[in-house]
């Protein structure tokens, strides 16, 4: 446990929200030691990232899969100055994408990976030079985003200090992509004149759909490349799934000596004269904070402090624009319906020339054949996800919602049944998700996730950053600031909110003392809230 008074009746920071970005900005700033509270809506901490448990089956919610488990990673870096033990997890080592006509098998192996991508879309060998051009092009941008991840931006720059601090990801490589800050995916298939390669062009959407919420067409290449690459970077399950992943989390914050409340869904935050904020919530909880930091995407922002508060917010809400929805299947299976050796994860295209929602495009992802925190002996989770347009689901009648959620839920096992025919016969539990229940399990308002749809004029140095909320001493973390969706990026942005409050700038600095920020004098919590037992709450989620 942190040697500072984690009993004492104040804190320092509230956090609302414990999705991945509000977890890590938690615990990172409990650490430094500041007195953390997190206050989540739910009875469980992750959010997109959590998970829940239906018939003995413990389902991932959303994420199924991390990137930053490895050595250098980012969630991997955080765990580490959390005194954290890093979750096992096994390498995706192949993802499968099944086109209407063609499988084309992204691999982590770069030499396999290198012949399939060319040898799967080329019709001829002028096609097949171009097409090693544009995917070379595709490694080195990746490799040069990865490299300046690594390095933790802090985008967009706002102030001196951010240009400073930015300076260290300038390097060669970098500097050698520079020229493609302003071209989207689409631009640069055309320079390779490789534009009306159909299948080409349906493989990079879908992937570029999971990835940036966005087809070439207005995915900016830089992050376009690095979405291309997740699977040759490296991503990885972790054993036992999402829960293992935000256990580790959770119990670190605790042990640390932060407090987290669950069932306690923030419904205000009113700042105050002499500083700070008061925190509300729908229980009855108040809580005076010197400093808030909002674990909720920015349309949920106006809500929290009122519209006009949230008025230096209207630029950034007109950039983020309209978010996706995901629909989800949670299906339970007999393993023998699926081989044993298969992936763990695929990507299905039923149909060319279609849209990508709805269940034309689905992802697939298992748990191991072994894995008994997931699924009982026997039995194996798969998890199908697909995007949607929420304003159908919200603008449905009961029996138009109930009628389309069959529709697509049938789409959808027709896309894992291209995979795995005899899936049909092993279903032992099957439980559909839409964005209604996104929004009753995550908050987010109308069940928009993933993200935004990354364009060129909303992400990178024209993002929306973890200050852009306008209001002093608060700060937005999440998957709608830089730089974006994904649980690194969320990570990230909970790292940059740390950074802002604490003035560390890397991961292995060492600890520091909190500011004393206009510190409420009085009681930090009304009385009738006591503190006692606050801990084995926060503990009894894991
Ligand atoms: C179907 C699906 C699949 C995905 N797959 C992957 C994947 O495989 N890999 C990957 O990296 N990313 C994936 N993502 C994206 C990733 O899960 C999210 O980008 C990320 O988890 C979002 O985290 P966050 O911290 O921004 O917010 P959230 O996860 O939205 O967390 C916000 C938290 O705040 C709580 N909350 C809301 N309102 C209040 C309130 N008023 N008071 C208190 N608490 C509140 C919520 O309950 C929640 O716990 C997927 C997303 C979806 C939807």
């Not at 999971?210 to 490349?225: M, W």
């Not at 894992?416 to 987010?444: H, N, Q, S």
């Not at 990354?454 to 950053?465: A, D, E, K, R, V």
């Amino acid at each position: 446990m942190h040697p500072r008074e984690a009993h004492s009746p104040e804190f320092d920071v509230v956090v609302v929200g414990a999705g991945v970005a509000g977890l890590t900005a938690a615990a990172l700033l409990q650490r430094d030691g500041y007195r953390t509270l997190l206050l989540e809506a739910h009875d469980k901490a992750g959010g997109c990232a959590g998970y829940f448990f239906h018939k003995g089956y413990t389902f991932d919610a959303g994420a199924t899969v991390l990137m930053g488990l490895d050595a250098s990673g980012l969630h991997t870096q955080v765990l580490a100055r959390l005194g954290a033990t890093v979750p096992e997890s096994t390498l995706i080592e192949c993802v499968p994408v099944h086109l209407p006509d063609r499988t084309v098998n992204i691999t982590h192996d770069q030499a396999v990976w290198t012949h399939e991508r060319v040898a799967r879309f080329a019709r001829n060998a002028a096609e097949a030079e171009r097409l090693q051009a544009f995917w070379q092009l595709v490694d080195r941008t990746a490799d040069a985003m990865w490299a300046a991840t690594a390095k933790l931006p802090a985008l967009p720059l706002r102030r001196w200090r951010d240009v400073v601090a930015n300076v260290r990801l300038v390097s060669p490589s970098f500097i050698g992509v520079t020229p493609y800050l302003f071209s989207t995916v689409g631009d640069v298939l055309r320079r390779h004149r490789l534009e009306d390669n159909a299948p080409l062009r349906a493989f990079l959407d879908g992937l570029l759909l999971i990835t940036a919420q966005e087809t070439a067409d207005r995915a900016p290449f830089l992050n376009g490349a690095a979405g291309l690459d997740i699977y040759r970077h490296g991503i990885r399950r972790a054993r036992g799934g999402m829960k293992a992943f935000i256990k580790a989390h959770v119990e670190a914050f605790c042990a640390l000596g932060g407090v987290l409340k669950l069932r306690q869904r923030v419904t205000r935050l009113t700042p105050q004269p002499r500083g700070g904020y008061v925190v509300e919530t729908e229980r009855g909880l108040t809580v005076h904070a010197p400093r808030v930091v909002v674990n909720l995407p920015l349309w949920n922002i106006p809500g929290l402090v009122g519209t006009k508060l949230a008025a230096p917010l209207a630029r950034s809400l007109a950039k983020a624009g309209k978010g996706w929805g995901a629909f989800t299947l949670y299906l339970g299976v007999r393993a023998d319906v699926i081989p044993a050796n298969a992936p763990l994860n695929h990507q299905v295209l039923l149909r060319y020339g279609e849209s990508f929602a709805d269940g034309n495009s689905a992802f697939l992802s298992l748990s191991e054949p072994d894995d008994r925190a997931s699924a009982p002996p026997g039995r194996r989770t798969l998890n199908v996800s697909t995007h949607t347009e929420v304003d159908a689901w919200w603008n449905a009648d009961a029996e138009t919602y109930a009628a389309r959620r069959a529709a697509v839920a049938e789409r959808l096992l027709t896309a894992v049944a291209r995979v795995f025919p005899d899936i049909r016969a092993g279903i032992e539990c099957l439980l559909p998700g839409t964005p209604v229940t996104f929004a009753r399990y995550t908050g987010r308002a109308q069940g928009m996730v993933g993200g935004l749809r990354t364009t060129i004029w909303n992400s990178n140095l024209f993002g929306i950053g973890v200050r852009d909320v306008g209001l002093p001493n608060l700060w937005i973390v999440g998957d709608t600031v830089f730089p974006g969706q994904g649980t690194p990026a969320c990570a990230l942005s909970g790292i940059n909110a740390w950074r802002d409050i604490t003035g560390c700038w890397t991961l292995q600095a060492p600890l520091v003392k909190p500011h004393p920020l206009r510190a409420p004098s009085s009681a930090a919590l009304t009385p009738e809230t006591p503190l006692s037992g606050r801990r084995a709450e926060g503990k009894a989620v894991v």
